[in-house]
């Protein structure tokens, strides 16, 4: 609120008459006080002017001061003219007894004049006290006593109950929790050693709930620099505070489970890093796991039955740990546990074993009954970790190699697990750009009829002949393909190079029977709403007819994605082309389909 907002408050405000205020003051004065009209008659008197008259104060009213007051000798008192220096004179009253008394009448026109101003800067602070949202407080600190605005009193529920002068009123209501901090930024303001003082805290309402509130205050100091006044204001930001809350579990939490994310995961981890830097009897172990085959749960019933079943796999998750141990999503179908204090890595493998256990009772999610495994990597804080990012990355590592192994299992991180990553992503790079260096070849495995001894058909497989380390296995690089989606263009080469060859064959053979060529045909292709475009295109490019190639693809390929893979191999069938179903269970000659 402005000043000239306040002002325009208090002229709206009814006022009272200036002899009603002179009044009120006058009373209160210890000593003998008398009001005169222009003419000199007492127009005002308070009760000690009465008792030193020994008359009543409404006899007193209307005399004239230089009138003979009980039998004393009267003085006539000259009233100042304007502008002249108030007057002082001195009376001899004789008493009932004949006793005297000397008096001292002195005009006091101008305190009056001084206390009606204090007076109306008494009602104004009164005004914009009532009128402020903010409760106000002063507190002497000489005397130790405190004053509470009525909204003070109204932000703790206290409008209707008598409050006493301590400042106990505002301290004994601070939060346990609290309390300490607050009395600490009291003494460092008022010891000198901060501008201001400002907290935020909790105190207790009327009604035994607590109320987050933002205190300010200034102290006043003495020439000695000592305070010796204490006052401020108090807001309540409860609102605020419950708004900065929601945005903080909105910053930390994940929305569909309501665990820690991944940011307050990492949190924690990088608190139990410094804790066993710091206590060598202090060690723990991170827990990454993974849910088999949850895209095809999540992809057959939908995107709401699976954030159903994730949800449901939280909560039994949160059931596997012991007291203290912490469970976050870290997105999709990722979950990571922090199981802190433990003796050694077999305390973190009975609680993966305690994790595999929980999972194996069906989910029964909108009338179906599901059963979900989870491969589940550890990494253990003995590899003497200085990131948290890394103890995740190892855990991650790990848990693959679980899934690789056969699924609900886990594995448990060793240095060997983290070589191999990094020359599996050394593989990933290289072969980005394998096909640009001319370092991927196709060799072509005949197919012998048993019946007539002769060759009837050629099955194409993929090679990589790597600059540096040679020929590296189909074992190694077909898994790497198929994860990071390279298959795709490998697979287009693949058949291109394929169709180029067998071309060249029949320009060359004297024999003009056709020859047929097997080429492999993976998941990820089958999964590009394009391909039956793309292979017609090749097959226009290099002369090829359809029925001269034969497309292999395996079963779970068609099983994962079972609508479109039959409208795909519909149209391929369009073409002319040969299909066949072959699941690939020895190896990687071929590019054959591998998945999570």
Known sequence: MSDSDSERMFEMQPQRPPEDRLERWVERDVDAVCALDAEGRIALANSAAARLFGR??????????????????????????????PATVELVLLGEEGGRRWIKLRDITALAHVRDQLDQARIRYELVESAANDGLWHWDLASDRAHFSPRWREILGLAERELDDSVGEWLERVHPEDK???????????????ARFESEHRLMHESGAWRW???????????????????????????RKLAEDQLAHRAFYDSLTELPNRALFLDRLRHALRRAARRKDYSFAVLFLDIDRFKVINDSLGHMAGDRLLVMIARRLELSLRPGDSVARLGGDEFTVLLEGIQDAGDAIKIADRIHAELLAPFNISGHELFVSSSIGIATSSTGYQRPEDVLRDADTAMYRAKAAGRARHALFDTAMHAHAVQQLQIERDLRRAIERHEMHVHFQPIVSLATG????FEALVRWTHPERGAISPGEFIPIAEETGLIVPLGRWVLRQSCLELASWQRKLSDPSPCTLSVNLSSKQLNQPDLAHQIAQILVETGIRGEQIQLEITESAILEHPDAAKSILLKLKDLGLRLSIDDFGTGYSSLSRSSR
Request: proline share 3%; glycine share 10%.
């Open 180 to 194: 300490e901090r607050v009395q600490d930024e009291l003494r460092t303001h008022l010891e000198g050693l901060s």
């Open 56 to 85: 009543r104060r409404e006899q007193l009213v209307g005399s004239l001061l230089g009138v003979p007051l009980s039998r004393a000798n009267g003085v006539e008192l000259q009233l100042p003219r304007d502008g002249a220096e």
């Open 213 to 239: 509130v933002l205190c300010r205050g200034l102290a006043e100091r003495n020439h000695e620099n000592k305070a010796s006044h204490f006052a401020g204001s108090l807001s309540d930001i409860t609102s």
């Open 454 to 457: 002769r060759i009837t058909s």
